[in-house]
């Protein structure tokens, strides 16, 4: 998604949360600095667009149903990729199922995250302007990530778009080209939830839906092989 399709939705965000874009800017900078020695950005993203594009792609949320959910797409026949939103990580990784992808704010349990990552999974890491000390511990722990922001993004950092983790993976595997999205996972209706959290999982509803829209992100990465 381009920054300006992306911008108007974003300044309402900071507006419905009383966010500041500014600590946003300040942990896209944090986090580019993070990462600028020694990492390929470019190549990472290649690598994430070689195992999604033409794929049918499983994401998964952290909702009490993703086991169940989960051990009906294990037994049902043909491959797919596994994209993790944070905390569904520990999940999949309880029943056996290697998150291809995983996109996180850091605020999962890092050492489910941790162990995947050293497992071979790409972690989309998200800089926001209330994860800049996880930014600080975590970050250099990690191998094959791809960073990302809210914000107008630098060189080397990315913006696909989206807002929970749930939804920026839904943007990204668009980005990349699947070829099918399932989500699994997902209760955008749970009323256990905090008013903070339920509001969160409206703007995820709504820019899902937008993600998977005609007016979603269209394909940009290289071309699928034939």
Known sequence: MRFETWEPLYLEILDDFGFSRERDEEAGRLLFDLLKSG???????????????????VICGNAPTLAGELEEILHAKGSCIFIAADGA????????VFPNIIVTDLDGCMDDILRANQMGSIVVVHAHGDNQDLLRKYVPKLRNVIGT????PPHGLY??????????CVFFARYLGASAIKLIGFDFDDMSVTPRKHKKLA?????????????????????CDS
């Not at 913006?159 to 920026?168: E, K, Q, S, V």
């Open 39 to 57: 990492r390929n950005p470019s190549k990472i993203l290649a690598m994430a667009s070689k195992l999604v594009c033409c794929q049918f792609v």
């Open 89 to 96: 990580t520990s999940v999949l990784l309880m029943v056996g």
């Open 149 to 152: 922001t809210q914000t107008r």
């Open 159 to 168: 913006n696909f778009g989206g807002f929970t983790d749930g939804d920026r």
């Open 203 to 223: 703007w995820a509803k709504r820019l899902i839906e937008l993600a998977l829209s005609d007016e979603g992100p269209q394909r940009s990465g290289p071309e």
